[in-house]
């Protein structure tokens, strides 16, 4: 039943594609499916084949979680980290994000980083956290390169290298990242980390700006 529901997840599946998964995989859940409970999270997290519901999303979430699931984990995670669903528990929230972290969990590897630079539901470690955040980095989450970039600027838990900020910035630019693509064209006006041009900092802040207006128009 799970294998049905995933073929009718899809890009070319229709509205009532999804609503023919999403009971086949409450079917599949109710039989105890890790991977139906999961993929059930995500569909009701996003409104896929069903209305949006945070709760029932982080019921499913957590069913997966207990398993072992490393993307529920990392799910979990994050609710409490923002308070989605459930009161905000910073503690919580790292017992999750480090479970998905040790299961192989790139971008739960990358909010884990962030909460020990910023001492949130850890003890502040910046060294600790810019190092778990390179290790996301350079497993491609692009979050993460950005949040290198910042860290090789300004001095957090590393120090101050400007050619390296450049790089990283570069990389997440590159890979559509609106506030690096932003950076970026400042480092190229500016002359800072790379030989200054006016003319690459251009195409930078115009590409920021197309990035910005197609995130305000979802």
Aim: charged fraction near 30%; aromatic fraction near 12%.
């Amino acid at each position: 039943m799970f294998a049905a529901a995933r073929k009718l997840y899809n890009p070319e599946s229709g509205a009532g594609d999804y609503r023919a998964g999403f009971e086949l995989l409450k079917r599949a859940a109710a039989l105890g499916s890790v991977d139906a409970n999961e993929w059930l999270g995500a569909a009701y997290d996003y409104g896929l084949g069903t209305r949006p519901n945070r709760r029932r999303a982080l019921e499913h979430y957590k069913i997966a979680a207990d398993e072992g699931s490393p993307n529920s984990e990392y799910h979990v995670g994050v609710f409490y980290l923002q308070g989605i669903a459930a009161p905000r528990d910073l503690t919580l929230a790292v017992f999750w994000l480090r479970r998905a972290a040790k299961h192989g969990d790139a971008t739960a590897l990358y909010m884990l980083g962030e909460c020990y630079r910023r001492g949130r539901g850890a003890p502040k470690d910046q060294s600790k956290g810019f190092r778990m955040e390179m290790k996301a980095a350079r497993a491609g989450v692009v979050d993460a390169q950005y949040s290198v970039a910042l860290c090789y600027a300004k001095g957090e838990g590393v120090k101050v290298d400007l050619r390296e900020a450049f790089r990283w910035y570069l990389r997440a630019a590159r890979k559509g990242h609106e506030y690096a693509a932003h950076n970026l064209a400042r480092f190229y006006e500016t002359g800072r980390g790379v030989r200054a041009s006016m003319c690459k900092a251009d195409h930078w802040y115009h590409r920021a700006k197309l990035l910005s207006m197609a995130r305000d128009s979802k």
